[in-house]
């Protein structure tokens, strides 16, 4: 069966602490409530979350939908955000887990990738390599989303060209904008032309695409 | 030593103060005061009773922060999940309960630790694990921590079937099956909107058609519209409809008087094969450049890209001659083209598919450089029978599931078990006896076959 692998790499460094992170497991577990209803992501979904602050953690490996049990994410008072090396240990994982197709074997969908972050990269140095590496990596999607007035869009668009910025990380508005990521996910499994540029769905006015 | 004796010397070591060679009369005599013996016990048990409190008071903490995980369920689907205490780490419980089973369809074996039954309802069953730890008075109260099992909804009662919008300007059927006589076979075609359109009242993507065209030639054309281009219902439409039209009106007596001429040479002679596949690339590569130019037509009307349009495209010619039956295809996308003996001895497939390494990568008829890439060759193809086979199309959607790999189209057991399946050789008991009468419903009945995770638009053609 083809599976459609999702990424998540969330920022838990020092800033995320208190409400931010509480309103960002609210609105993660309200995005996989919405997903467990939708028949096609029952089907084919697999999710992974990689949380990273002064280190990477794997918080659940690509695990099927079906059996996928979200765990409470905490994060440190204080740290710095290595998002290089979240993007580092995120490129080794998809490299083993993403099943390309042959004459032989089915292929996997496309991968995701949402990046979620409300600060600048600490590894700078790294976060460059590594930028080069996502983009030229055969991903369905890459979604930066940078929350609160100290992220970084201009940082983020060297990942990727589809980025959104969020006020606030505030509950109400993760909730809006998770809402959208599993729109974008739940059109992950379409066929495409080879070469061709997937577009995602149009998000919400509560966030602003960063052009 | 005396016990005394020795807690005091280690509690004024603790306090830095030195006891003298000449003290050490004096302190064996202190140690040995009834009130500083009693004294000492007493320090000891407090001490005992405040290490065990902090060890239960740790212990509690960490079985609280312990993922109590049971395996997710599904509605009306057998559940059984072991609450395993030694896979949790929770050797030290002495006795628990776990409670909150009432109207969920679960039940808790206590003897066996065994969840059992079938879940009733999708969401979250929050269950209330009670537990004493060993260490704890027989009187204390029992501690208590949350533990959730996850159930979700049967995929299959998700699927919605909302019919799609009949007065959109390029609407078509959700379902088509049709049967008819067709050269020296029997036409049958099955095209079915996909469980992922019909759950968003969207549009079948594939289409077909298929004419008999002059001097006893005959043309079978699928298309496959991209589920990501909004028109592709459309595109898929026209692609068809425009080869067939384009060779009623040019694959005429007059104009395949030489092709005809080599195939019967190629029935004698196979090495001619690369000369007659040139032939065949004239006749078809104008249809299928029609069809592209056609759609071109319409987008530059329409005021949007051909990209809106995207579909695959395959199509396949037959004649009888008389040694045999002539085939010549055209295809690009991932529809296969396959000739299946009868007897299932051989297999030929017609077209190798564009796929790409993920899921879902294909080219499509609309973009313009497949016509000018070095690879446009291979997209023809001829094959000469001497008996009557089976001739199959199919989109994705029959493929995917069905084959599941390139590779197992090339397979004769692979079609002898889909021959089987369409004769009622499937879970669902529906049975596609073709030359022995079958209704358009079996055949409409056998394509919603149940696959996880295969819900396209599918489409199958099968002249027998």
Same mark, same amino acid.
């Given at each position: ?21 509480? &309103?960002?497991?609210? &609105? ?140 606030? &990380? ?42 | ?13 603790? $306090? ?30 407090? $001490?005992?009773?405040? #290490? ?20 997710? @369920? ?27 089973? +009432? ?31 060993? !260490? ?42 049709? #049967? ?13 909107? !996909? ?23 005959? /043309?079978?054309?699928?298309?496959? !519209? ?73 987008? /530059?009307?329409? @005021? ?54 993920? !899921? ?24 000469? #029978? ?26 004769? +057991? ?46 199958? /053609?099968?002249?027998?």
């Amino acid at each position: 069966m083809r599976r459609l692998p999702v990424y998540f790499l969330l920022d838990t460094s020092g800033s995320m602490y208190g409400e931010p992170i509480q &309103a960002l497991n609210n &609105a993660l577990s309200g995005m996989i409530n919405t997903l467990r209803s939708d028949a096609q992501a029952l089907d084919s979904l697999w999710l992974s979350i990689i949380t990273f602050d002064r280190e990477v953690k794997e918080i659940v490996p690509l695990t099927e939908l079906v059996q996928f049990r979200l765990p409470e994410i905490t994060c440190p008072q204080s740290g710095p955000t290595n998002t290089g090396a979240a993007l580092d240990f995120v490129m080794n994982k998809v490299r083993q887990d993403v099943i390309k197709g042959s004459e032989t074997q089915k292929g996997d969908w496309k991968p995701l990738l949402f990046l979620f972050t409300d600060g600048k990269p600490s590894d700078v140095q790294l976060y460059h390599e590594k930028t080069a590496e996502v983009r030229a990596f055969d991903f369905g999607a890459v979604v930066g989303c940078a929350a609160g007035h100290l992220a970084n869009d201009s940082m983020l668009r060297q990942l990727t060209d589809n980025v959104v910025h969020l006020d606030s &990380a505030d509950s109400q508005t993760l909730k809006t904008f998770f809402k959208w990521v599993s729109e974008t996910i739940e059109q992950g499994n379409k066929s495409q032309g080879t070469g061709e540029v997937s577009k995602l769905p149009p998000p919400p006015s509560e966030i602003t695409v960063v052009i | 030593m005396t016990e005394t004796e020795q807690y005091l010397r280690s509690l004024l070591q603790q $306090q830095g103060i030195t006891v003298g060679e000449h003290l050490n009369d004096l302190l064996k005599t202190f140690a040995a005061g009834d009130e500083n013996i009693t004294s000492v016990k007493n320090i000891r048990l407090l $001490q005992h009773n405040m #290490t065990k409190d902090w060890k239960l008071i740790a212990r509690r903490a960490d079985i609280n922060a312990l993922q109590l995980a049971f395996p997710n @369920g599904i509605v009306g689907k057998p559940y059984q999940a072991e609450f395993d205490f030694k896979a949790f780490g929770l050797e030290d419980i002495i006795s628990f309960q776990l409670t909150g089973f +009432e109207n969920t369809g679960l039940a808790f074996d206590k003897n066996t630790k065994v969840i059992n039954g079938t879940p009733q309802n999708s969401g979250d069953i929050s269950l209330l694990f009670s537990y004493k730890i060993d !260490g704890e008075e027989a009187e204390a109260p029992l501690n208590e921590k949350k533990v959730t099992i996850i159930i979700n909804p049967d995929p299959k009662s998700l699927w919605k079937d909302l019919p799609s919008n009949a007065d959109d300007k390029y609407a078509k059927a959700d379902s088509v099956v049709e #049967t008819a006589p067709f050269l020296d076979f029997t036409f049958t075609a099955g095209s079915k909107r !996909g469980r992922s359109h019909a759950n968003k009242g969207s549009f079948r993507d594939d289409d077909y058609a298929y004419a008999e065209l002059e001097n006893d030639w005959g /043309i079978v054309a699928i298309a496959d !519209g991209a589920g990501s281009a909004k028109y592709a219902r459309k595109g898929s439409v026209i692609a068809c409809n425009t080869v067939i039209a384009h060779l009623q009106a040019n694959f005429n007596a007059a104009n395949t008087s030489l092709l005809e001429e080599a195939i019967e040479i190629y029935s004698k002679d196979q090495s001619v094969k690369s000369k007659l596949l040139d032939i065949v690339a004239q006749h078809l590569s104008a249809a299928a450049k029609k069809a592209f130019t056609e759609i071109q037509k319409l987008a /530059i009307e329409e @005021g949007v890209t051909t990209n809106d349009f995207h579909t695959t495209l395959a199509f396949v010619l037959v004649k009888k001659f008389a040694s045999g039956y002539a085939f010549l295809s055209f295809a690009v996308g991932d529809c296969p083209l396959v000739l299946v003996d009868r007897s299932f001895e051989w297999v030929k497939p017609l077209n190798k598919l564009d796929v790409g390494e993920y !899921g879902g990568g294909t080219r499509f008829i609309t973009m313009e450089d497949i016509f000018a890439k070095e690879n446009f060759q291979e997209r023809f193809n001829f094959e000469f #029978t001497p008996e009557l086979s089976y001739v199959v199309l199919m989109t994705d959607g029959i493929y995917d599931p069905k084959f599941e790999v390139e590779a197992n189209l090339s397979k004769p +057991e692979k079609w002898k078990a889909f021959f089987d399946d369409l004769d009622g050789n499937n879970t669902e008991g529906v049975s596609v006896k073709f030359n022995d009468g079958y209704t358009a419903k079996n055949l409409s009945d056998w394509m919603d076959f149940w696959s996880p995770g295969n819900h396209d638009d599918r489409t199958l /053609i099968v002249l027998s």
